[in-house]
């Protein structure tokens, strides 16, 4: 079990499109959750809103996300997350989402999460919220025991 399980919830920045914000507004139920729609929004929240971890998503802003990344890497020192949403409205095939996964990753993000490799239900909620959770123990220093 994580030390100071009781204390997990955290700020999260997210800069997501529209057709992700559903189900993440689900995921982060009860978390203290700033959502931003633009990247100049994004520039000002990194600067001026404390955060614990940033979430952006590969359709964020015009499909803008790696110029997103960027952003958020070089103002945060927290970590920071890149999401595809639904496959139904992001027309990326598989070697594009490995692609952008591999961009995304020498760019330096903590994590690449494919919603898709979760259920859209309680369940797979659930296990992202989990992954969500152990990157800002992590990043808090929390240990197992």
């Given amino acids: 079990m994580l030390q100071g399980m009781e204390s997990c919830r955290g700020r999260i920045l997210v800069a997501v499109g ?13 978390w203290d959750v700033r959502y931003v729609t ?4 994004l ?5 001026e809103w404390p955060h614990e971890l940033v979430i952006v998503s590969s359709r964020f802003d015009q499909s803008q996300a790696l110029y997103a990344l960027e952003r958020a890497l070089g103002l945060t020192e927290h970590p920071v997350i890149c999401v595809r949403g639904l496959a139904n409205v992001s027309p990326l095939r598989a070697a ?8 995304a990753e020498e760019l330096g993000v903590d994590s690449f999460v494919d919603l898709n490799e979760f259920p859209d239900d309680d369940v797979g909620d659930s296990r992202v919220r989990m ?14 025991t």
Avoid: F, K
């Fill in 18 to 30: 529209p057709a992700t914000r559903g189900r993440l507004t689900r995921i982060l139920a009860g």
């Fill in 38 to 41: 633009s990247i100049e929004e």
């Fill in 43 to 47: 520039t000002r929240a990194l600067d």
């Fill in 96 to 103: 594009s989402v490995h692609a952008l996964c591999l961009a």
């Fill in 131 to 144: 992954l969500l959770e152990s990157l800002l123990h992590r990043q808090r220093g929390y240990a197992w």
